[in-house]
């Protein structure tokens, strides 16, 4: 299994603001997954993110909303830009398992006001 | 397009009380279900993969069931510390992961 360190585990932001998550995998891995899961929500998937290119965004979420950093095969950082309280969520970073099917981070808890 | 439906949305039981959770799902070639407990606060913990009908997995208190068109997680003799939301999720032949809405589940003492 791996071990995926996340933070910040929580923050309170205003509102224009953004926030940075970083996420820390304790072994190499091709593909690194960002979530969202909203209040009472089940998991959405924001964006792959491939080490060496682009992230892959899913409809709905957008680069300048939400870029994403690659910079070696172990970690990943997602920024929420220019935040509305309508982006306060749990994001989870995630790495694929074929056993398991994907492991997760703790999540960060953002609330924006 | 993979759906994942999970039921019910909230499950209030008794210590003790035994009970089941579905999940229905519809997916283009499916290459795994996953069940994953997720405590407040927290991300989602693996419990089990089930890869074809008729298999059956089992932990402690959790046994989760396959069939072709949705799983079940049952719950026997539950106690308090089993409280948590419990997630189905499924696998494609494209290898991405869908997610039900999961059920909240509530042991009360």
């Known amino acids: 299994s791996a071990v995926i360190s996340q933070k910040p585990s929580r923050d309170i932001c205003q509102r224009g603001t953004s926030l940075t998550i970083q996420c820390q995998v304790d072994?190499?891995?091709?593909?690194m997954f960002w979530y969202r899961q909203q209040p009472g929500q089940s998991l959405t998937l924001i964006a792959t993110?491939?080490?060496?290119?682009?992230?892959?965004?899913e409809s709905g979420f957008v680069i300048d909303k939400f870029p994403i950093s690659r910079p070696n095969l172990t970690f990943s950082t997602l920024t929420v830009s220019n935040m509305s309280p309508e982006d306060s969520s749990i994001y989870l970073c995630?790495?694929?398992?074929?056993?398991?099917?994907?492991?997760f981070g703790q999540g960060t808890r953002l609330t924006v006001v | 397009e993979d759906q994942v439906t999970q039921s019910p949305e909230a499950l209030r039981l008794q210590e003790g009380e035994s009970s089941s959770l579905n999940c229905s799902y519809t997916?283009?070639?499916?290459?795994?279900l996953f069940w994953y407990r997720q405590d407040p606060g927290k991300g989602p913990e693996f419990l089990f993969t089930?890869?074809?009908a008729g298999e059956e997995k089992e932990k402690e208190r959790l046994k989760a069931t396959l069939t072709k068109k949705e799983s079940f997680l049952h719950i026997t003799a539950p106690k308090p510390e089993d409280s948590a939301t419990y997630l189905c999720?499924?696998?494609?032949?494209?290898?991405?992961?869908?997610f039900g809405g999961g059920t909240r589940l509530m042991v009360k003492p």
């Open positions: 997916v283009s070639g499916l290459r795994g």
């Open positions: 999720a499924v696998r494609n032949a494209g290898n991405m992961l869908t």
């Open positions: 072994s190499q891995v091709t593909m």
């Open positions: 993110a491939n080490q060496g290119s682009e992230a892959t965004y």
């Open positions: 089930l890869y074809s």
């Open positions: 995630s790495v694929a398992n074929w056993d398991a099917g994907a492991f």
